[in-house]
């Protein structure tokens, strides 16, 4: 299976790392021509579309970058899967479950794939769903929905780091993904080019202050922080709008045979691994450029 991965951000140079058939063409894409010149080039067997705008230094910035957010997160999409259909080769849509917003209709409170998204007037949120409705109508494509991506390598965009260097933490539980088991899974459905939207999170949830204990544990005892509410994020000032805190359910891998890790166990060995890193020194420059 050869893989070619678009998009230039952590995710894109993690999965390039981790994967020896991969290419990565960081190349920017504005038009349906861009995808078919990059398609003809490499003539891959699948596409996993790593590419789009989550704003800096947090989704506060797409509030205000609307039209930025709009054209990275829902026309980017629509222009690579218009490229991959008239090839005919499989794309993989990395989603977002922070489409979702509060608890589920169901009574376990797990938001599940088919579930309409309500992302109320969060910019980036609404972007992202607005991608998802209009991929997960197409054949040969897949939707694979990420959360609060945590990862053993440290960088400013690893939740390990946000939360370690925040003063004000809130204290909420969510869906989280562990990406040493995301990298495994986005793997395998591509290679089972699976159709539709998975729920890429690991099953269980995390609060907040269990990452922070184990943070605190393993690798900074000194580490101190307040705690506050979701709502006083944006009552003193630190967020513009609220953030999207949920449980997800990921009923459709379980359906094609794909497991992942209980979270509890996969946070413990990756904050485990991310001690030993922080204590060699090591960043995601280093890491993904060896």
Same mark, same amino acid.
């Given at each position: 299976?050869?893989?070619?991965?678009?998009?230039?951000?952590?995710?894109?140079?993690?999965?390039?790392?981790?994967?020896?058939?991969?290419?990565?063409?960081?190349?920017?894409?504005?038009?349906?021509?861009?995808?078919?010149?990059?398609?003809?080039?490499?003539?891959?067997?699948?596409?996993?579309?790593?590419?789009? %705008?989550?704003? !800096?230094?947090n989704?506060?910035?797409? #509030?205000?970058?609307?039209?930025? =957010?709009?054209? *990275?997160?829902? /026309?980017?999409?629509?222009?690579?899967?218009?490229?991959?259909?008239?090839?005919?080769?499989?794309?993989?849509?990395?989603?977002?479950?922070?489409?979702?917003?509060?608890?589920?209709?169901?009574?376990?409170?797990?938001?599940?794939?088919h579930?309409?998204?309500?992302?109320?007037?969060?910019?980036?949120?609404?972007?992202k769903?607005?991608?998802?409705?209009v991929?997960?109508?197409?054949?040969?494509?897949?939707?694979?929905?990420i959360?609060?991506p945590?990862?053993?390598?440290?960088?400013?965009?690893?939740?390990?780091d946000?939360?370690?260097?925040?003063?004000?933490?809130i204290?909420?539980?969510?869906?989280?993904?562990?990406?040493?088991?995301?990298?495994? %899974?986005?793997? !395998?459905?591509?290679?089972?080019?699976? #159709?539709g939207?998975?729920?890429? =999170?690991?099953? *269980?949830?995390? /609060?907040?202050?269990?990452?922070?204990?184990?943070?605190?544990?393993?690798?900074?005892?000194?580490?101190t922080n307040?705690?506050?509410?979701n709502?006083?994020?944006?009552?003193?000032?630190?967020?513009?709008?609220?953030?999207?805190?949920?449980?997800?359910?990921?009923?459709?891998?379980?359906?094609?045979?794909?497991?992942?890790?209980e979270?509890?166990?996969?946070?413990?060995?990756?904050?485990?691994?991310?001690?030993?890193?922080?204590?060699?020194?090591?960043?995601?420059?280093?890491?993904?450029?060896?």
């Amino acid at each position: 299976m050869k893989i070619l991965i678009v998009g230039n951000g952590y995710i894109a140079k993690r999965c390039a790392k981790a994967w020896e058939n991969a290419i990565h063409d960081p190349r920017k894409i504005y038009s349906k021509e861009d995808v078919l010149a990059i398609l003809d080039t490499h003539q891959p067997d699948v596409v996993l579309n790593a590419a789009g %705008v989550r704003g !800096k230094p947090n989704v506060d910035w797409c #509030e205000t970058h609307q039209m930025e =957010t709009i054209l *990275g997160n829902t /026309k980017l999409p629509i222009i690579i899967a218009e490229g991959c259909q008239e090839r005919n080769v499989y794309l993989l849509h990395i989603g977002s479950g922070c489409i979702f917003y509060g608890d589920s209709p169901h009574p376990d409170k797990k938001w599940r794939e088919h579930d309409m998204g309500n992302p109320t007037e969060v910019t980036y949120s609404r972007t992202k769903w607005a991608a998802d409705l209009v991929l997960s109508t197409l054949p040969n494509t897949g939707i694979a929905r990420i959360r609060m991506p945590i990862d053993w390598i440290p960088s400013a965009f690893n939740m390990i780091d946000k939360l370690a260097t925040y003063p004000k933490v809130i204290d909420v539980e969510n869906s989280v993904t562990v990406i040493d088991d995301m990298v495994d %899974v986005f793997y !395998k459905l591509m290679e089972k080019k699976a #159709e539709g939207i998975f729920h890429v =999170t690991n099953p *269980g949830t995390l /609060k907040h202050k269990e990452i922070v204990a184990l943070y605190e544990a393993m690798v900074d005892p000194t580490h101190t922080n307040e705690w506050i509410s979701n709502e006083d994020l944006v009552k003193q000032g630190l967020a513009t709008k609220g953030r999207s805190n949920n449980f997800l359910a990921s009923e459709r891998l379980a359906e094609i045979g794909i497991s992942m890790r209980e979270v509890h166990e996969a946070i413990s060995d990756t904050m485990e691994k991310y001690a030993k890193a922080k204590k060699e020194g090591m960043s995601s420059d280093e890491v993904l450029a060896c």
